[in-house]
């Protein structure tokens, strides 16, 4: 296992693009800083370009440097439910993060996977990574290595395996509204 997370650490130094376990589902993801990876990316995924994608962080230190100064509620989610099946969108500094990645918005999702694997990946990277479910876009999401589509597998520099735990999509809530707006049950319930 550890060949397999330092060599993915090696592809995304390299601008390449990995699949990967999380504790929600298999994510696709490379550096969110190689603007031509993240091209690459949305092309190979068939996503398009107005729909963000999520971003996966290592700490809650990270998140606040891509974070616009995060309110009062960004904080407290993130200390209550990361890391963990939450993705928090809420006001991001444009200049560090991609257009395409905010969907040419204002506003990022971030979240810290309850995950050994790509938590280890994201901090030897030093930079976030990208984290979309491992499927073409609209096709079911996979949470077991055998659920991945073989055509997208290919178009890959490297699947690292590994097993999910949630089994289950994030929640994601919309914190640049008041009040917060969940956009997406998944995992996360709030009490």
Same mark, same amino acid.
């Given at each position: 296992m550890e060949h397999d997370i330092q060599q993915a650490i090696q592809i995304l130094k390299d601008g390449g693009i990995i699949i990967y376990p999380t504790d929600t589902a298999f994510g696709i993801g490379c550096r969110i800083d190689y603007h031509a990876a993240v091209d690459r990316l949305f092309k190979l995924r068939r996503r398009p370009l107005r729909q963000a994608m999520p971003v996966l962080v290592s700490s809650i230190e990270m998140a606040l440097t891509y974070f616009d100064s995060p309110s009062d509620i960004v904080r407290r989610l993130m200390e209550d439910y990361w890391p963990g099946a939450l993705t928090i969108v809420a006001p991001c500094r444009k200049e560090l993060i991609y257009s395409p990645i905010r969907g040419s918005g204002q506003t990022a999702g971030l979240r810290m996977p309850n995950h050994d694997i790509p938590l280890k990946i994201i901090e030897a990277a030093g930079v976030p990574v990208l984290g979309p479910s491992a499927n073409f876009h609209g096709a079911p999401t996979p949470y077991r290595v055998e659920d991945l589509d073989a055509e997208l597998v290919r178009?890959?520099?490297? +699947?690292?395996?590994?097993?999910?735990? +949630?089994?289950?999509?994030s929640t994601v809530v919309d914190c640049s509204i008041d009040p917060y707006r969940i956009i997406r049950q998944g995992a996360v319930r709030f009490t």
């Amino acid at each position: 296992m550890e060949h397999d997370i330092q060599q993915a650490i090696q592809i995304l130094k390299d601008g390449g693009i990995i699949i990967y376990p999380t504790d929600t589902a298999f994510g696709i993801g490379c550096r969110i800083d190689y603007h031509a990876a993240v091209d690459r990316l949305f092309k190979l995924r068939r996503r398009p370009l107005r729909q963000a994608m999520p971003v996966l962080v290592s700490s809650i230190e990270m998140a606040l440097t891509y974070f616009d100064s995060p309110s009062d509620i960004v904080r407290r989610l993130m200390e209550d439910y990361w890391p963990g099946a939450l993705t928090i969108v809420a006001p991001c500094r444009k200049e560090l993060i991609y257009s395409p990645i905010r969907g040419s918005g204002q506003t990022a999702g971030l979240r810290m996977p309850n995950h050994d694997i790509p938590l280890k990946i994201i901090e030897a990277a030093g930079v976030p990574v990208l984290g979309p479910s491992a499927n073409f876009h609209g096709a079911p999401t996979p949470y077991r290595v055998e659920d991945l589509d073989a055509e997208l597998v290919r178009l890959v520099d490297l +699947v690292v395996p590994g097993n999910c735990t +949630v089994k289950q999509a994030s929640t994601v809530v919309d914190c640049s509204i008041d009040p917060y707006r969940i956009i997406r049950q998944g995992a996360v319930r709030f009490t």
